[in-house]
T-cell receptor, first 113, second 112 residues
């Protein structure tokens, strides 16, 4: 199993550009999450999904959008990138049968200039 | 609103010493997780604590949960350099969504 994979690993965006961060998992987990981690801080939840076709906002959803058309994939869309979105983005997945223990992808380091 | 506080935020230890990291949270929860993060890397799950009084141990690390006190501890025994990393606690909320609120992390540095 590859676990949770994310692409790209690094990306530099100009202000106002858009991009999609990809996340996929091969563990058949229904629950998936997007977090951002700013320097010296913990993780903050952006969006989450409890199954295909179901998404909901987390703590910091402004400036982002998600979709969940399959169990495996959970892309995060940034529209009109701003410097405040410079961060490291982590995707995670879990299942209730494992006590909701979340498994994290390797992260995407995004810089907006 | 659920808040999670870790202390200390920075910890410099000598090899061979013992220490405890504390994780306090503000509202009821019976799910508590500890993660490790090395610089520039992702988060690695260490412990999953799902009931009051739960205690788990792996090598030199031991985690416990007291849901009545809303407190979890991560105890380090006879620290070694390889334990240098940032440790996060995360508290479950939101019922069946599996959502987590993370503490700010404790940056541990173990020196010879």
């Amino acid at each position: 199993n590859a676990g949770v994979t994310q692409t790209p690993k690094f990306r530099i965006l100009k202000i106002g550009q858009s991009m999609t961060l990809q996340c996929a998992q091969d563990m058949n987990h229904n629950y998936m999450y997007w977090y951002r981690q700013d320097p010296g801080m913990g993780l903050k939840l952006i969006y989450y999904s409890v199954g295909a076709g179901i998404t909901d906002k987390g703590e910091v959803p402004n400036g982002y959008n998600v979709s969940r058309s399959t169990t495996e994939d959970f892309p995060l869309r940034l529209e009109l990138a701003a410097p405040s979105q410079t961060s490291v983005y982590f995707c995670a997945s879990t299942t209730p049968g494992q006590g909701y223990e979340q498994y994290f992808g390797p992260g995407t380091r995004l810089t907006v200039t | 609103e659920l808040k999670v506080e870790q202390n200390p935020l920075f910890l410099s230890m000598q090899e061979g010493k013992n220490y405890t990291i504390y994780c306090n949270y503000s509202t009821t929860s019976d799910r508590l997780y500890w993660y490790r993060q090395d610089p520039g890397k992702s988060l690695e799950s260490l412990f999953v604590l799902l009931s009051n009084g739960a205690v788990k141990q792996e090598g030199r690390l031991m985690a416990s949960l007291d849901t009545k006190a809303r407190l979890s501890t991560l105890h380090i025994t006879a620290a070694v350099h390889d334990l240098s990393a940032t440790y996060f606690c995360a508290v479950g909320y939101g019922g069946s969504q599996g959502n987590l609120i993370f503490g700010k992390g404790t940056k541990l540095s173990v020196k010879p």
